[in-house]
């Protein structure tokens, strides 16, 4: 069954996977960035590919979200998955139901800090930006793109539609809310958190390994992931459609601050889409 690592983009979901991958899925917990296969996204084109669905076929392949899970899942094993995805359910297709689901993990980000890092993602304005986290529902779905992955639409929602969609995984005590900010200034003991979370999804003693914990929390620091792409690139950047060039998907990190980067009438723009929410989370 399947632990979603859910969240929308840029919002430290890339960040809790490495942690993961680097403690559950290695020796030492020293992280690198092929721990990272060990923890899929999802939709994947590949998967669907394997089932004989069509990738240009929307339709077809909400309608098998669920078969492409209970694929994966013949596994009989806890798996993660990475998903950018709202919880949905189109036409009477959901996208996901707990006989796959163990339970999930989201990742939840100040929306204010999120608009930088999303419009360097997407080589986007701020302005376009701001638009996508207020009112569009997807990423991809281009349909002549030559990238596999871009073919497929991933049915992000709205900033605070995303959010809210997961939170129905509460009533059944298999979720948990995680902060980007809290990743970032008090990771050793977010990090516990996590893990004790999935000890208790997988209904096992929890035990920390602290030398293995240790070497997961120092080799996920912003600045090692940073450089490890200067030196050998990340699979996941995007490419700048006018220069070619990849654009760095370790960008700014914690030194990404809104109250720096955003004009006054940007901030309010935010906060009026979004206050209930923000509130809620304590980021007003």
């Known amino acids: 069954m399947f632990v979603w690592l859910a969240s929308y983009p840029k919002s430290g979901n890339t960040l809790v996977r490495s ?39 929307e339709k077809g392949l909400i309608k098998n979200y669920i078969k492409a899970q209970e694929f994966v899942n013949k596994k009989n094993d806890v798996q993660f998955f990475k998903t950018h995805s709202y919880l949905f359910n189109i036409e009477g297709n959901g996208f996901t139901d707990l006989n796959n689901s163990l339970g999930a993990i989201y990742i939840v ?7 930088s890092s999303l419009a360097n993602f997407l080589n986007i304005s701020i ?4 638009d996508h986290l207020i009112h569009s529902t997807h990423i991809g779905g281009n349909l002549r793109s030559k990238n596999r992955e871009e073919i497929i639409k ?42 004790k979370f999935i000890y208790k999804l997988k209904n096992i003693k929890f035990e920390i390994d602290e030398t293995k914990l240790k070497n997961v929390i120092e080799s996920t620091s912003f600045e090692n992931m940073k450089n490890l792409e200067k030196e050998k690139g990340f699979s996941e950047a995007r490419i700048n459609k006018e220069t070619g060039k990849k654009i760095a998907f370790f960008n700014l ?29 304590e980021y007003l």
């Open 19 to 57: 942690m993961l991958a680097a403690y559950f899925f290695s020796k030492e917990g020293i992280y690198n960035f092929d721990l990272l296969k060990n923890i899929k996204q999802f939709p994947k084109a590949e998967l669907f590919e394997s089932l004989g669905l069509d990738l240009k076929n």
């Open 109 to 115: 980000r100040d929306p204010r800090n999120i608009v």
């Open 127 to 130: 302005t376009k930006a701001i």
């Open 154 to 195: 991933t049915y992000t929602g709205t900033w605070n539609g995303n959010f809210n969609s997961w939170k129905s995984f509460k009533s059944n005590d298999k979720y948990l809310l995680i902060k980007y900010e809290d990743l970032i200034f008090n990771k050793e003991d977010t990090l516990k958190k996590i893990l």
């Open 253 to 281: 990190g914690p030194k990404n601050d809104w109250k720096k980067s955003l004009d006054f009438e940007t901030i309010k723009k935010i906060e009026k889409a979004f206050e209930k929410d923000m509130k809620e989370l």
